[in-house]
Structure formats: structure tokens, C-alpha cells
């Protein structure tokens, strides 16, 4: 099993420029979950998904839209790029939200928007 | 305040010492707890999970207190592969969040 898996692993854009990260797991998770993390903050939610074909706002989901059409992957969309974008972006599934229930990440995607 | 919140950190400690970190979150309601760690432009990966009754694996322990909602993390006799960030997480319902981490590097 590969686990979880994000491409690409690293981009450069321009202010105003568009990309979408994409997410893959197959462990049969059914939620799965976007990251960004920047120095000395931790880990802050973006967009989840419960199921396939839902989605819902975490913490920080302005500028960002997702899309959960199958099960195994989860896209992150940035519409229009900017500077404070720069960031760290993770990926993460787990079987539920349930009690001592395991998140795993996939490798991360290193971008900066110049 | 902030949801969860850890030592700030960085910790140096050196080989064989025991080391603590503290968390504290603000969700009275949070059920489900736990420690990940996260090297050096990594991803984040789970430690261990944090029982009510606190648990052991090896050299790390665990603790919590739901009372003052706080929880910690002991590493005894830390070694040099123990270096990381300790990100204490806790469970919002239908996500996780995550603390900022706590800094740990142990010298030789």
C-alpha cells in the first residue's frame, strides 16, 4: 500500500495564478483532510470531507475551494494564488473521527506564490 | 485563547535525560487525544494515543487530566533520534486540532 499520497510535491506560482494539489489514499479512508502548516502556528484545517462527495470548511478554507468526487482522493484548488498561500500543504485521511482514531499524512506540498 | 496550546520551546536536553511537555485545550467536549511527531520537513506521524488512565509505551508516557483538560507527554532516557517536533493534538468532533509543537532537540 502506498498510503497516502500528494502531488506535486513542490510548485512555484505567480500571484493570481491557479493549481490544484491532489490527494490520494487507499486505505478506503472516509475522511480525509487538508493541511496547511506554517512556521511556529502548527497545522491549520482547510477544507475536510466526511465521504465521498461531501466536503465542509475547517479553520482557514478562504481562497480555497475542494472536490471529494471518489472516495480515494481529495482535491485542494487554489482559484486565484497569493503570497500569504505560501505555505506547507498536507494532506491527511482516517478511517472515522472516532475515538483513538489515526490520521496519516501523506509527504507534503511545498508552495510559494511569488 | 487558542484551542490547544503547548510549551513553547525549543527544549536541548542531553542524552539520558527525561524531558515533559504540556499541552492544554480549551474543548470541554473532546473525547479522543494524542501525541504525533513530526521530523524535520516531514510529515506528521502518530506517537501514541492518549488513554484516560494515562499509558505507557516504552519510554514515553502519557497523561491526561479532563478536569484541568490538559495533557502530557514524559520521554525517558532520550536519545538522539528522539529530536523532533511533539505536536499535541486533540479531537473537534468531525476533525483534529493540532497544537503548534513543541521543539525537542537531545545532544550528545
Known amino acids: 500500500n502506498a498510503g497516502v499520497t500528494q502531488t506535486p510535491k513542490f510548485r512555484v506560482l505567480k500571484t493570481g495564478q491557479s493549481m490544484t494539489l491532489l490527494c490520494a489514499q487507499d486505505?478506503?479512508?472516509?475522511?480525509m483532510y487538508w493541511y496547511r502548516q506554517d512556521p511556529g502556528m502548527g497545522l491549520r484545517l482547510i477544507h475536510y470531507?466526511?465521504?465521498?462527495?461531501?466536503?465542509a470548511k475547517g479553520e482557514v478554507p478562504d481562497g480555497y475551494n475542494v472536490s471529494r468526487l471518489k472516495k480515494q482522493n481529495f482535491l485542494l484548488g487554489l482559484e486565484s494564488a497569493a503570497p500569504s498561500q505560501t505555505s506547507v500543504y498536507f494532506c491527511?485521511?482516517?478511517?472515522?473521527?472516532?475515538?483513538?482514531?489515526?490520521?496519516?499524512f501523506g509527504p507534503g506540498t511545498r508552495l510559494t506564490v511569488l | 485563547r487558542k484551542e490547544v496550546e503547548q510549551d513553547p520551546g525549543p527544549f536541548n536536553v542531553p542524552e539520558g535525560a527525561t524531558v515533559a511537555f504540556n499541552c492544554t485545550y480549551s474543548?470541554?467536549?473532546?473525547?479522543?487525544f494524542f501525541w504525533y511527531r513530526q521530523d524535520c520537513r516531514k510529515e506528521p506521524k502518530l506517537l501514541m494515543s492518549?488513554?484516560?488512565s494515562g499509558n505507557e509505551d516504552g519510554r514515553f508516557t502519557a497523561q491526561l487530566n479532563r478536569a484541568s483538560q490538559y495533557i502530557s507527554l514524559l520521554i525517558r532516557d532520550s536519545k538522539l533520534s528522539d529530536s523532533a517536533t511533539y505536536l499535541c493534538?486533540?479531537?473537534?468532533?468531525?476533525?483534529?486540532?493540532f497544537g503548534p509543537g513543541t521543539r525537542l532537540s537531545v545532544l550528545p
Open positions: 491527511a485521511s482516517s478511517s472515522t473521527s472516532g475515538v483513538y482514531n489515526e490520521q496519516f
Open positions: 486505505m478506503n479512508h472516509e475522511y
Open positions: 470531507s466526511v465521504g465521498e462527495g461531501t466536503t
Open positions: 474543548n470541554s467536549a473532546s473525547q479522543s
Open positions: 492518549v488513554y484516560s
Open positions: 493534538v486533540v479531537e473537534g468532533g468531525q476533525n483534529f486540532v
